[in-house]
């Protein structure tokens, strides 16, 4: 439970429940995991140089890797698609792969982020935010 307050420091004032309302959105966010700004950055980069060359840098899916495959990366911008998804799938694809989601073997699993949930969490903030 690396979320939970520690039960030998109780949540004492309003700092306290303002902390821990603060750890409660960020455990949200990732599905229990803390996203750090070094997270955020090798999710950043990591996008930039290699998912977009198939999603594309708008999320269309019309990156020029992505363009001919079929079937084509979906478009993150759709709304409705966003909000049909569930972050755990999100975040199971990028992990694992299309295929174990009935998705394209194109998509491939990360394993080199096996081990580094927050940067996952943070390429699915990433995908999150190409919803219009
Ligand atoms: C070689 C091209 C390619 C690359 C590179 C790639 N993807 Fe994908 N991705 C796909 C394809 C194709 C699909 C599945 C489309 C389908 O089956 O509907 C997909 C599916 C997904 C999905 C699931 C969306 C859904 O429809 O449920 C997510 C999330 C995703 N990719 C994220 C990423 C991220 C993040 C990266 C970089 C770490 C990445 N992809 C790199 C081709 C790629």
């Known amino acids: 439970m690396p979320c939970a307050p520690s039960p030998d420091r109780p949540a004492r004032g309003p700092a306290a429940l303002a902390l821990l309302l603060l750890l409660v ?9 803390v996203i750090t700004d070094g997270d955020r950055r090798s999710a950043r980069s990591h996008f930039d140089e290699y998912c977009s060359t198939c999603h594309g840098e708008g999320g269309k899916g019309d990156g020029p890797a992505g363009i001919g495959l079929k079937p084509r990366p979906r478009n993150w911008t759709d ?3 966003q909000e049909s998804v569930s972050d755990r799938r999100i975040r199971d694809v990028i992990r694992e792969g299309g295929v174990p989601a009935g998705l394209s073997a194109e998509m491939k699993p990360n394993v080199e982020f096996a081990e580094e949930p927050g940067v996952i969490a943070a390429l699915a903030e990433i995908v999150r935010g190409f919803r219009r």
């Open 79 to 81: 709304r409705e698609w």
């Open 25 to 33: 959105l960020a455990c949200d966010q990732g599905g229990g995991v």
